[in-house]
């Protein structure tokens, strides 16, 4: 097999230490360790690095996502079209405002929402889309806005930090943008996620709903001249804020972000020219437009050319020490929406053939030069 020696690589490790450490210190001393100052410099320096005017700091992508809907006033009665291969949760936000899912397939080649299957899922109840930049590839949001013109798009970028299309950063290509910090992320604060837009009017709603609906943040709350002061609620809002220690995590990684992703993008180079000759492999295509964030380096294994099928390939390569993931899953193919849209799987065979064929290899900031030419001997010796 190997001539190297045997290696353990994770699919992904965070890279995390002493700095971001260092900088929850002063949350810490402070006893300032809900969202205040820490966040909102995060929230300005991602505003800053993905050129939009508003950047508003939550728990999770999830949460972002649920906000977005809430924002455009989804609720029963309205559609929202997901593409059919992401993660659940695209989904699952939808049926939080009682709206109805309506999945849109995707092409296998990127892994995005496919705009011809879009253009054929919109009727006079859609209310918003939701393309998905899945693996830090943005989707072809000009098509999309041609294809939908009017209609509200909400970027799921949660793996698309740093990525853009057409020179333009992911988070401003839609109306709202967002963004998760899992630690499966090119940069993280353990759980976490932003919202980003350029609509001023959205962006009071947005920062108002992520804290219960309160006019006022806890900071000017506490801080202000006027103690008697509460906030008026105007609307119904959730408790989505970031802590600020979070957000102390987040101002390190943040500024490292365009660090990781050269290095990403140096060794996804690297694997598309060491394994473009694998003919059962098919490495991540498109076009000149695209700067990919490289979240995931997600292959497609040809099981017609392949030396044995993509789980056995998997389990090859973890006998070998080499972590891999499906690349998500087609989510009109989990028991919950199956059974509740009645779909078949074969109804969304672009989202069909990325669950079944997809495979993320490793790919991360943690991995030395001799990991990633362990992992091409590897594939290249099944
Ligand atoms: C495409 C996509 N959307 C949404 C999410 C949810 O992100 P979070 O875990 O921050 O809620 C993920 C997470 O993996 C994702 O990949």
């Known amino acids: 097999m190997s001539s190297i020696e045997k290696r353990s690589i994770p699919i992904s490790l965070p890279v995390t230490g002493i700095e971001e450490w260092e900088a929850t210190k002063e949350p810490l001393?402070?006893?300032?360790?809900?969202?205040?100052?820490?966040?909102?410099?995060?929230?300005?320096?991602?505003?800053?690095?993905?050129?939009?005017?508003?950047?508003?700091?939550?728990?999770?992508?999830?949460?972002?996502?649920?906000?977005?809907?809430?924002?455009?006033?989804?609720?029963?009665?309205?559609?929202?079209?997901?593409p059919a291969f992401t993660w659940v949760s695209t989904a699952n936000v939808v049926l939080y405002c009682g709206a109805k899912v309506v999945f849109a397939d995707v092409d296998p080649m990127t892994f995005n929402i496919d705009p011809e299957d879009l253009a054929k899922r919109i009727t006079s109840k859609t209310k918003a889309i939701i393309p998905v930049h899945l693996f830090g590839l943005c989707a072809n949001m000009d098509e999309i806005k041609k294809i939908a013109p009017g209609i509200p798009l909400i970027e799921d970028g949660a793996c698309a930090a740093g990525a853009a299309f057409k020179g333009k950063p992911a988070g401003g290509l839609g109306t709202i943008g967002c963004f998760s910090f899992h630690p499966r992320k090119s940069v993280t604060t353990g759980e976490g996620g932003m919202l980003t837009t350029d609509d001023d009017e959205l962006a009071e709603l947005l920062g108002m709903l992520r804290n219960h609906g309160a006019s006022i943040s806890e900071e000017q709350r506490h801080h202000g001249p006027?103690?008697?002061?509460?906030?008026?609620?105007?609307?119904?809002?959730?408790?989505?804020?970031?802590?600020?220690?979070?957000?102390?995590?987040?101002?390190?990684?943040?500024?490292?972000?365009?660090?990781?992703?050269d290095e990403r993008e140096k060794w996804a180079t690297y694997y598309s020219e060491k394994l473009k000759d694998i003919s059962w492999l098919r490495t991540p295509t498109f076009g000149a437009e695209y700067k990919h964030g490289w979240q995931s380096y997600v292959t497609f294994v040809d099981e017609s050319k392949a030396p044995a099928s993509r789980n056995q390939i998997m389990e090859m390569l973890q006998e070998q020490g080499i972590s891999t993931r499906p690349g998500t899953h087609a989510v009109h193919m989990l028991n919950f929406y199956k059974?509740?849209?009645?779909?078949?799987?074969?109804?969304?065979?672009?989202?069909?053939?990325?669950?079944?064929?997809?495979?993320?290899?490793?790919?991360?900031?943690r991995m030395s030069p001799e990991d990633f030419e362990y992992v091409v001997e590897v594939l290249k010796s099944l």
């Open 226 to 261: 006027r103690p008697y002061i509460l906030p008026d609620f105007n609307l119904m809002g959730f408790n989505y804020r970031m802590t600020d220690l979070q957000g102390a995590v987040g101002v390190v990684q943040i500024k490292k972000l365009d660090q990781f992703i």
């Open 339 to 365: 059974d509740k849209y009645q779909i078949e799987a074969t109804d969304y065979p672009g989202a069909q053939a990325a669950n079944d064929y997809s495979m993320a290899i490793p790919l991360h900031n």
């Open 29 to 82: 001393m402070t006893g300032w360790i809900t969202s205040g100052p820490k966040v909102r410099e995060f929230e300005k320096l991602f505003a800053e690095r993905h050129q939009v005017k508003h950047a508003f700091a939550v728990t999770s992508a999830t949460t972002a996502l649920h906000l977005a809907l809430v924002a455009l006033n989804v609720g029963p009665g309205d559609e929202v079209i997901v």
